[in-house]
RNA sequence: GCUGGAAUGGCGCAGUCGGUAGCGCAACUGAUUCGUAAUCAGUAGGUCGUCGGUUCAAGUCCGAUUUCCAGCUCCA
């Protein structure tokens, strides 16, 4: 037969080889590190015997997939090692996923000690070689074999199977696993590896089966990969939102007063505060919305029209609830219907159309207490809501100025390269959670991927993360972990105006159904500002900063010309401050550093005598004397045109 | 909500076998008046998340509760 290989040569051979006996004819070199075989396109085992003309290329450990492969190896390790160590632990399953792998047992819970304990276990199944073999066993006798081993779960797994596929075990010296492949050939392919966690997890994620011990493990090729990735998760850590932004002193959460309920400090308050003036301006003044101010709660009447007591009660605070004498209320969990009635309140003409309704609208959320994060999950926060009123044929141009304006404030929040767009959809096979048919669901669909397309926004679809009264366009953004949660939201509602009585006069006089679409333009400002403590791991833009210059007085001497100078500033607007303690200047400017302070103004007898500052930014370190109108020249500037200056690399201490 | 872990001065941590809580930084006071990443000395600050129990005695053991963290999506 003959084997094409990936660069174009050819091998002819005339009995059966397998996929590893290829390589190693190849050369020696490249079966050290071959982790599986790709026939035609497919992803083989290494053992996998060829007998028939194919085109063939070895995966090896620098192909995603051959990592996936050591770190499916390095799963059958582990799962040997909690053997060795708790025999009457249960095996279940145990893939690789995207940074490394994991393991379900059924067991005790492990404790940090046991994962280390575990990992040097590892280390000797390594050290020990065990070459890996594989076999095939029919149906009856795999089961049977499992049961001899005592493990219920991989008897589950193997009655499961379909009838005709084929069971594979992979032996390495006596611990053997049920699994499809590919693995290695050898315990010794493993070189790089580390145990990073334990925790519970449902025997195929249903809540009602056994509760299992998941560990989560990574493996790397080289031992270097294996540092880079430790040390990116150290780094992930310090950029934590809701560590960084409780060390910087812009959120605290407090005992009792509640989860999901972060009070801002000053500081904090302060950054929202710039964010909301601007995107109220932005909006208000360049993008064509009028403000509204609803309230924040409701007779529940006003949610039995919306859908939501139907579709949302168990998100809702409700109040007086039980008591018979007073009306049952509602904090409302979102603003749509209160921006209805705002429209309703007067009579619009096909002309008026689109009418854009803006408010910076607080919303209550009654989230599961284990679902609260942070600032990214709470069960209170402010949104840059909007609901814009149009006629259908203004649809496509509209959705369009929403994205531009999403856009747009994700560029100049520094952000844009951060998020991926996603159409969000229904699930058809959960027709009951959500308003409307088939037809309504696939038509509004169709209608934003359509306006997607023209605006080449490239996207991707999910089912079932729509909200209950249509899809959505969702800006997904990446968290310091990889964890991905909606920034922003654009959905279309061909629904709601009628349910509600909404229309509006078209050009025949007659009353014509609107539709509508929910958007927002920044999100919600705790959201935001979670991403933008991780995203600048605290060194926000200058604009941003709730500190933006802090002047330093060399001495007690020069205290009264360093609140002159912190006094210009603040004519200026610029949020300033002056370090006026009897504190040598290296240290001031060690914690203004610390503080990642974006300007420090250092004063002293020259600079008092001439009208100057000495300019030390966190960006350019050094920038020199300057007189003190230049610089509040240059930092006005920076702010109004919210200026993101790179850092230069300098040497942290 | 479920599972596991955690909670000790403002922050980071120690606290052994149950025997009346320590350290570093920060803070405060005094001295120093200083030119670009930590001046020196001193002082004060905690009923150990909360409630209850066991005990002669609880930060430590037991129970409950609150909050925080991780996971509960990846299907041999």
New binding site residues.
């Given amino acids: 037969m003959k084997i094409t290989l990936k660069d174009g040569s050819v091998k002819e051979y005339d009995q059966v080889k397998s996929v590893f006996d290829i390589a190693k004819d190849i050369s020696e070199g490249l079966a050290r590190v071959a982790c599986a075989g790709e026939v035609n396109g497919e992803i083989v085992d290494l053992r996998t015997e060829i007998s028939e003309d194919c085109e063939l290329n070895i995966v090896t450990q620098s192909d995603p997939e051959g990592l996936r492969v050591i770190r499916h190896t390095a799963s059958h390790i582990l799962a040997e090692a909690v053997k060795r160590l708790f025999p009457e632990a249960k095996v279940t ?3 690789a ?2 940074d490394g792998f994991y393991y379900d047992f059924d067991a005790e ?1 492990f ?1 940090r000690e046991d994962l280390d304990n575990l990992e040097a276990e590892m280390k000797k199944i390594i050290k020990e070689g065990h070459e890996i073999t594989r076999f095939t066993l029919p149906r009856a006798e795999a089961i049977k074999f499992m049961q001899d081993r005592n493990e219920p779960f991989k008897v589950e ?2 009655e499961d ?1 379909p009838e005709d ?4 075990f992979y032996d390495q010296g006596g611990f053997v ?4 492949g590919p693995h290695l050939m050898s315990t010794k392919g493993v070189k790089a590896y580390k145990l990073i ?1 334990s ?4 025997w ?2 249903d ?1 009602g089966k056994a ?1 299992l011990q ?1 560990i989560y493990g990574t493996a790397f090729s080289k031992k270097d990969e294996l540092k880079e990735h430790l040390d990116k998760l150290a780094e992930a850590k310090l950029r ?1 939102h ?1 560590k960084l932004g409780r ?1 910087m002193g812009l959120f605290t ?1 407090v ?2 007063i ?3 309920l972060p009070l801002f400090t000053p500081k904090g308050t302060k950054m929202i505060m710039k964010l909301q003036r601007w995107i109220e301006d932005l909006e208000d003044n360049e993008w064509g919305y009028v403000r509204t101010r609803t309230p924040l709660m409701a007779k529940a009447d006003l949610y039995k029209i919306s859908g939501h007591w139907d579709h949302y009660m168990d998100g809702m605070f409700i109040l007086n609830k039980d008591d018979e004498d007073k009306e049952t209320m509602a904090l409302r969990p979102m603003t749509c219907p209160f921006q209805y009635y705002v429209y309703m309140n007067e009579q619009h003409s096909y002309r008026d159309l689109p009418y854009r309704m803006a408010e910076t609208s607080t919303l209550f959320r009654n989230e ?7 600032l990214t999950r709470v069960r209170q926060f402010t949104i840059t809501e909007a609901h814009i009123v149009l006629r259908p044929d203004q649809a496509e141009e509209e959705l369009t100025r929403c994205t531009e304006l999403c856009n747009y404030v994700m560029k100049t929040l520094g952000i844009d390269g951060d998020v991926t767009y996603r159409l969000s959809k229904w699930d058809s096979n959960n027709k009951e959670k959500y308003l409307g048919d088939e037809e309504y669901w696939n038509s509004t669909q169709q209608y934003l991927r359509s306006v997607m397309e023209k605006n080449n926004i490239t996207f991707t679809e999910a089912d079932g993360e729509a909200a209950f009264y249509g899809p959505k366009i969702d800006i997904q953004a990446k968290n310091v ?1 990889g ?1 991905e949660d909606t920034m922003v939201t654009i959905q279309l509602d061909c629904a709601s105006a009628e349910k509600f009585g909404m229309y509006y006069i078209d050009a025949n006089g007659d009353k014509a159904l609107p539709w509508i679409i929910h958007r927002t333009s920044m999100g919600c400002y705790e959201r935001t500002l979670a991403w933008l403590i991780e995203h600048y791991a605290g060194k926000f833009p200058t604009w941003l900063c709730p500190e933006q210059v802090r002047v330093l007085p ?4 020069y205290i009264a010309y360093a609140d002159q100078v912190a006094a210009e500033l603040k004519k200026k607007g610029v949020d300033v401050t002056v370090d006026s303690r ?6 001031k ?2 914690e203004a ?2 503080d990642r302070l974006p300007y ?1 103004l ?1 004063v ?4 008092e005598a001439e009208r100057t500052v ?1 300019v ?1 930014s966190r960006f350019a370190g ?1 920038e020199g ?1 300057k007189p003190l109108a230049e610089f509040i020249d240059q930092i006005c500037t920076e702010i109004r045109t919210k200026e993101i200056r790179q850092e230069v690399v ?4």
């Fill in positions: 399953i145990g893939p996923i995207d819970p404790s797994l193997i199977l596929s084929e069971i594979s696993d049920l699994c499809a966690s925790s519970m997890a449902y195929r994620g809540s509760r998941r934590d809701n060390e959460t005992d009792v509640g989860q999901g599961d207490s284990g679902e609260m994060h942070g972990y964890k060399i001495s007690d001497k009897s504190e040598k200047i290296g240290y400017i060690r550093r610390m420090m250092v002293g007898q020259q600079e000495s030390r050094d004397v300098q040497e942290e201490k």
